[in-house]
């Protein structure tokens, strides 16, 4: 299993195949900021059942889904984007990925049509680790981080599976096991 503690943002994290946490539970988790305060990353891989039309009022027309982005701070909007500079304020993450920006922007640029449902992503909720907190864990062997991550905005429940499989090695074997060992 690849655990170096050598990760940044733009990396992902993914959960070990028998977490318990069932916040993490055979998720994927895209890292939007690491420095020595701490960490923070979305779950990209946990649609829910709502639009965002259906969660935030007077938001304009458009086919967005809301994922389940984390337990921290289930009534904050996050979202990632490849808009950059489009959306003022806005968290480089890494080569065309973005996080967050100016909310009214985006909601003129959405009228407008100038932002399209395949380029963006919101989440509801967050993952946040403390200082040093995350590298415990990964000690631990509790994560497997990737550096190379697949199309993001193709998120699906299987992605977990797919990114294992795509790093190769021992990861696609991971990828086989059942969430309930017993079953083997």
């Avoid at 909720?125 to 697949?150: D, M, R, T, V």
Wanted: with cysteine; aromatic share 12%.
């Amino acid at each position: 299993m690849s655990t170096t503690n050598n990760f940044e943002k733009g990396d992902l994290l993914i959960a070990e195949p028998f977490m318990k946490d069932s916040n993490f539970k055979r998720t994927v988790t895209l890292i939007c900021e690491h420095d020595a305060e701490g960490t923070i990353g979305l779950v990209l891989n946990r649609p829910s059942i709502f639009k965002i039309n259906e969660m935030i009022p007077n938001f304009p027309a458009f086919q967005g889904e809301v994922y389940y982005g984390g337990p921290i701070g289930m009534d904050r909007l996050n979202y990632i984007h490849s808009y950059g500079d489009m959306l003022p304020n806005s968290f480089h993450i890494k080569d065309n990925l973005y996080w967050n920006g100016d909310f009214e922007r985006l909601k003129s640029l959405i009228k407008e049509k100038k932002i399209l449902p395949h380029n963006i992503r919101f989440f509801a909720g967050y993952a946040g680790w403390g200082a040093g907190q995350l590298e415990e864990e990964i000690q631990e062997k509790s994560w497997i981080i990737s550096k190379n991550y697949p199309e993001l905005f193709k998120m699906s429940e299987y992605m977990w599976h797919d990114v294992l499989v795509k790093m190769g090695g021992e990861n696609k074997l991971i990828a086989t096991l059942p969430e309930d060992p017993t079953l083997n």
